[in-house]
T-cell receptor, first 117, second 113 residues
Framework: GAVVSQHPSWVICKSGTSVKIECRSL??????MFWYRQFPKQSLMLMAT?????????EQGVEKDKFLINHASLTLSTLTVTSAHPEDSSFYIC?????????????FGEGSWLTVV | GENVEQHPSTLSVQEGDSAVIKCTYS??????FPWYKQELGKRPQLIID?????GEKKDQRIAVTLNKTAKHFSLHITETQPEDSAVYFC????????????FGAGTRLFVKA
């Protein structure tokens, strides 16, 4: 149980365009989802926390207008990188939790490699 | 907010030896401490976790210890094998702040055959 799927695995986009990444919980209802960014050889940096039906809470230094997060249902959260630039190229990974069922334990999606050219 | 520090950043051991990775956290409200193993380009895999109501937990060759007073927790891997080579992350999470999980900087473990 506790399977989280993320799509796409790889995406290449041109500078100035937007790209959407989806995160789905397949066998549980994710009341909370988290989006992380990981640069090569670095740690996972939390970008934002999203709760179903409410606005995401962004970490300090993360531009909410650039990284749009929508958590419209209990099984789906999306991250849209708007007006992407080469410095946005990174590994983006989501995680999901059902706090009542799993407590603090989070389950990761496969991750998405974004390359902006 | 929570801050997690992890040491060492790299660790090289001989096959069969033990490896120890240490972490400290800053938020006394944190009550859940997972450890993840990440191979290149893949998602982190939960290998063991500990909650604040216990001091030690063991699963075969892997053990975790927690000292809540000192805000320290450690990962111990015994009888290391080449396939243990990976990056290991500690993390901390609590009931406040939306249960968000904050990660340490990671330790790159090399197990030499």
């Amino acid at each position: 149980g506790a399977v989280v799927s993320q799509h796409p695995s790889w995406v290449i986009c041109k500078s100035g365009t937007s790209v959407k990444i989806e995160c789905r919980s397949l066998d549980f209802q994710a009341t909370t989802m988290f989006w992380y960014r990981q640069f090569p050889k670095q740690s996972l940096m939390l970008m934002a926390t999203s709760n179903e039906g409410s606005k995401a809470t962004y970490e300090q230094g993360v531009e909410k207008d650039k990284f749009l997060i929508n958590h419209a249902s209990l099984t789906l959260s999306t991250l849209t990188v708007t007006s992407a630039h080469p410095e946005d190229s990174s590994f983006y990974i989501c995680s999901a939790a059902d706090i009542q069922l799993h407590g603090n334990t989070i389950y990761f999606g496969e991750g998405s490699w974004l390359t902006v050219v | 907010g929570e801050n997690v520090e992890q040491h060492p950043s790299t660790l090289s051991v001989q096959e069969g030896d033990s490896a120890v990775i240490k972490c400290t956290y800053s938020d006394s409200a944190s009550n859940y401490f997972p450890w993840y193993k990440q191979e290149l380009g893949k998602r982190p895999q939960l290998i063991i976790d500990i909650r604040s109501n216990v001091g030690e937990k063991k699963d075969q060759r892997i053990a975790v210890t927690l000292n809540k007073t000192a805000k320290h927790f450690s990962l111990h891997i015994t009888e290391t094998q080449p396939e243990d080579s990976a990056v290991y992350f500690c993390a901390a999470s609590g009931n406040t702040g939306g249960f968000k999980t904050i990660f340490g900087a990671g330790t790159r473990l090399f197990v030499k055959a």
